[in-house]
Nanobody, 116 residues
Framework: QVQLVESGGGLVQAGGSLKLSCAAS????????MGWYRQAPGKQRELVAT???????LYADSVKGRSTISRDNAKNTVYLQMNSLKLEDTAVYYC??????????WGKGTLVTVSS
C-alpha cells in the first residue's frame, strides 16, 4: 500500500504557473507508473500525465507542451509543473500510483482554480 498526499494547488490567473507535488508514504522507485489526473466540475476524471519507473512520460493532448511531470525517487515525490494555465485547467488534481499488480492508489486531490 501507499498513501499519497498532494499539495501545491491554489488560485492562479490565466497564463500563470503552478507546481503540484505528490508525496508518497513509501518508496516510489518500484511503482510502475505515477501520474496526475484531474476532474473538473460535472466532468469525468481524466488523465493529465504519467511517468513510468523508467522515466518515460505521457501527456494528455490538452496539456502537452505546457506541463512537465517529474519524479524524485529519493524524496518519494512526483511533481507536475503547469505553465500557461487556462481557465479549462480548473479542476481537482489527483495523484495516482499504479502498481505492477495493476492496483491503483489515489490521493485526496488538490484544487487548482484558474481565473481570468
Amino acid at each position: 500500500q501507499v498513501q499519497l498526499v498532494e499539495s501545491g494547488g491554489g488560485l492562479v490567473q490565466a497564463g500563470g504557473s503552478l507546481k503540484l507535488s505528490c508525496a508518497a508514504s513509501r518508496t516510489i522507485f518500484s511503482i510502475k507508473y505515477m501520474g496526475w489526473y484531474r476532474q473538473a466540475p460535472g466532468k469525468q476524471r481524466e488523465l493529465v500525465a504519467t511517468i513510468s519507473n523508467g522515466g518515460s512520460s505521457l501527456y494528455a493532448d490538452s496539456v502537452k507542451g505546457r506541463s512537465t511531470i517529474s519524479r524524485d525517487n529519493a524524496k518519494n515525490t512526483v511533481y507536475l509543473q503547469m505553465n500557461s494555465l487556462k481557465l479549462e485547467d480548473t479542476a481537482v488534481y489527483y495523484c495516482n500510483a499504479h502498481g505492477w499488480d495493476s492496483i491503483d492508489y489515489w490521493g485526496k486531490g488538490t484544487l487548482v482554480t484558474v481565473s481570468s
